[in-house]
């Protein structure tokens, strides 16, 4: 990748090309334009963009890509390269804290250790995971920092870095440091002998790091209730755990085969904690006595704990007792927990051997142990698995076995001077290759004959994405608006609903949303004859005309009142409910039943944020909008705010009057009117206990520990 040609990362594409490198397109492309991405009205018939925390707006590196007209794909990946090196400086400056008179080595073992462990590797093409893990161990730094500093600017500082790693925008890592950093916490308080004044400091540094989130994380919680994630079951949110015999991956990644083309395990990929056997070797050396020890390992095995998801207590206590944790998935990604308490026993554990601390006898039986644990996992890891699948499973057992014990042996025999040479080996040896492929990152993304075509057309209109030519998200990079997009599990609800409902393309509920266009792929129409070809000049893809296709905006004076939203849904479905003259609202709407005579409707102003209808209707009617209901959306009639109701289950509509009027709706946060003030307010406290520092000479010691 670093090389440049055709090579690009991760294999396949990924989250980085299909998903984060569109939206980051959008999101460059409204900030240059002088406005903040609140809303996304390019995928799923419009959607919050800023509360989305995907998105990771307000993260700094994130905001410089407004730089950029069009940002390269390639400045994407150099993000996660950085971030990749940020994690390893992290650790590096980890263990220099906690082992300050040793040499380089120890320290860049517990870098490499955590900077190449599975969860970096597996999550390459996913710039939010590896950015925010990359954060733990500079809040592991700052944290225990405070600890020895005892100062309001020690607190302010650990608040800014947390913060940055929650604005990066992956609520599942921010989760496992915040993890970490509470049992660090409760560590540190049960050795303080001032816990009030440790107490007071832990508190002060959440209370910080919220308000500086605040922007951010008000809109996310709101989002969170409307989404897919708003109500997950348990059996949803302990998909893709580690199962118990992928424990034996942490010995060696080619046992279930590496990265997605050669992974023949019988379960669905995840991360599986390898960090590199040399790392175990040095781990088991470092178990010996050190000041920390004790909560290393409380770490290690939370985060094993955790990973295996129903298979111990441990996740299901979270799920029902610690807030938001419910909302989560993929358990296997907390074995990062697991793989930072490993590097720095790694150091640990080279520290001692570089310094002869170890007796020989205790070092061989350390060592004939890892020999032994390695083999019989492997052997048991390899058996069950190939048990449960026999067709499939690869002879990688023999390959893993050698790899293994050669490296072992190498490091051994060479010893501690080129143990850190001999890890750096191993893991960019084993995980190098596994997610480059050669691609062209912007195919499905060019702007073709079907694309001038759509844009020449009048607005607004809405298409629909059959087409395995284009990238679901590619309508954010076209400037056209879409009923579809990549599966996001933070698709609001009720519409994920009510399109997954709509029966076939045609069907009245379809031509609802005003998917004008049908794109499909070349000579492969997907929809019956109401569908008509209007271009193919494009090589390819076809675009087709659905001739039912109701327009965005319409005036209707029959209502359905439904007491609730599942009755709102079956109204909605009822094979009488036709929403060309009919509408569906809630119970408090005032019922209309009558015949609509003449009347206009004509858009005065349509942006992603506001728009602005001139209507004159010669009764009572309901002004109904195929946009999607979502709580920030206002809407006014003849300046004066009105009710904006939720209309057809997942939609809006406006209560008019007989006469002429100006309907406006405009968009914004519910939390917007207040939240960038406590962010801000919070910003400039901060900097202000970092400026008294300046001034301040810390209490306490840096005292070297103990080896």
């Not at 009030?196 to 994380?217: K, N, R």
């Not at 193919?536 to 039912?548: C, E, F, G, M, S």
Request: glycine share 6%; proline share 7%; aromatic share 12%.
């Amino acid at each position: 990748m670093l090389i440049g040609g055709d090579w690009h990362i991760p294999k396949g594409g990924g989250d980085l090309e299909s998903f984060l490198w569109p939206i980051y397109r959008y999101a460059s492309h409204t900030l240059r334009s002088g406005e903040l991405p609140l809303w996304n009205p390019y995928l799923y018939s419009g959607a919050p963009y800023a509360a989305d925390n995907q998105s990771g707006l307000y993260y700094p590196l994130h905001l410089l890509l407004a730089v950029f007209p069009d940002i390269p794909y390639r400045f994407l990946e150099w993000l996660v390269v950085i971030h990749f090196f940020l994690a390893g400086a992290g650790m590096y400056m980890v263990a220099r804290h906690h082992w300050p008179r040793t040499s380089m080595h120890p320290p860049l073992v517990s870098a490499l250790a955590f900077q190449f462990s599975s969860v970096f590797v597996t999550h390459i093409g996913n710039l939010n995971i590896v950015a925010t893990a990359a954060y733990l161990p500079w809040c592991w730094l700052l944290l225990h920092r405070m600890k020895e500093n005892r100062h309001l600017s020690s607190a302010a500082s650990l608040a800014l870095v947390l913060s940055l790693a929650v604005l990066v925008g992956h609520a599942q890592m921010t989760f496992a440091i915040v993890l970490v950093m509470t049992l660090a916490a409760s560590w540190i308080l049960i050795s303080q002998p001032a816990k009030i004044q440790w107490v007071t400091l832990s508190l002060l540094t959440g209370v910080l790091t919220l308000g500086l989130c605040s922007i951010f994380l008000l809109p996310t919680l709101e989002l969170t209730q409307f989404s897919l994630r708003s109500n997950p079951t348990y059996e949803h949110s302990t998909q893709y755990s580690l199962p118990p015999i992928g424990l034996a991956g942490m010995f060696s990644p080619l046992l279930f085969g590496r990265g997605p083309e050669y992974f023949w395990a019988p379960w669905d990929r995840v991360e599986l904690g390898f960090a590199g056997i040399t790392t175990l070797m040095l781990s088991v050396f470092g178990l010996r006595q050190n000041a920390i020890r004790g909560l290393l390992m409380a770490v290690l095995v939370a985060g094993v704990l955790i990973a295996l998801g129903p298979i111990t207590p441990i996740h299901s206590l979270l799920y029902d007792y610690l807030p938001g944790f419910a909302k989560l998935r993929v358990p296997a990604r907390f074995i990062l927990l697991t793989n930072f308490s490993l590097a720095l026993l790694a150091c640990n554990g080279l520290h001692h051997w570089q310094k002869n601390i170890i007796p020989k006898k205790q070092f061989s039986n350390a060592v004939l142990l890892l020999v032994s644990i390695t083999i019989l996992a492997l052997l048991i890891g390899w058996n069950q698995a190939s048990q449960q699948q026999p067709t499939l499973a690869p002879k990688t057992l023999p390959l893993a076995l050698t790899v293994a014990l050669m490296t072992l042996a190498a490091a051994l025999i060479l010893g501690p001077p080129w143990v850190s040479l001999i890890l750096a080996v191993e893991l960019i040896g084993l995980g190098a290759w596994v997610e480059i492929d050669r691609a062209d990152p912007d195919k499905g993304y060019s702007e073709g004959a079907a694309v001038a075509f759509l844009r020449s057309q009048p607005k607004p209109f809405r298409i629909d994405v059959a087409t395995n030519n284009w990238q679901p998200n590619a309508p954010t990079v076209f400037n056209l608006e879409a009923i579809n997009g990549l599966h996001n599990p933070l698709t609001i609800a009720h519409y994920h609903t009510y399109y997954w409902s709509v029966g076939y393309r045609g069907s009245p509920q379809y031509n609802f949303l005003n998917a004008k266009y049908l794109i499909t792929d070349k000579g492969k129409p997907a929809a019956d004859s109401t569908f008509v070809p209007v271009f193919d000049a494009d090589p390819d893809v076809d675009i087709y005309l659905n001739t039912n296709a109701q327009p965005r905006l319409r005036l209707v004076s029959r209502t359905i009142i439904a007491q609730n939203n599942a009755d709102a849904l079956k109204a909605v479905h009822h094979p009488d409910f036709n929403p060309a003259n009919q509408v569906v609202l809630p119970a408090h709407a005032v019922s209309l039943d009558h015949s609509l005579g003449q009347n206009t409707i004509r858009y005065t102003n349509y942006a992603p944020h506001s728009q602005s209808i001139e209507v004159h209707s010669s009764s009572p009617a309901y002004l109904v909008f195929s946009e999607v209901w979502y709580p920030g959306w206002s809407a006014t009639l003849n300046g004066v705010s009105t009710t904006l109701l939720k209309a057809n289950y997942a939609f809006r509509a406006v209560y008019i009057p007989t006469g002429k009027h100006t309907v406006t709706l405009e968009f914004a946060p519910t939390s917007f009117p207040y939240a960038p003030a406590i962010s801000i307010s919070t910003l400039v406290a901060v900097l202000a206990l970092l400026a008294t520092s300046l001034y301040h000479q810390p209490r306490g010691s840096n005292a070297h520990h103990k080896d």
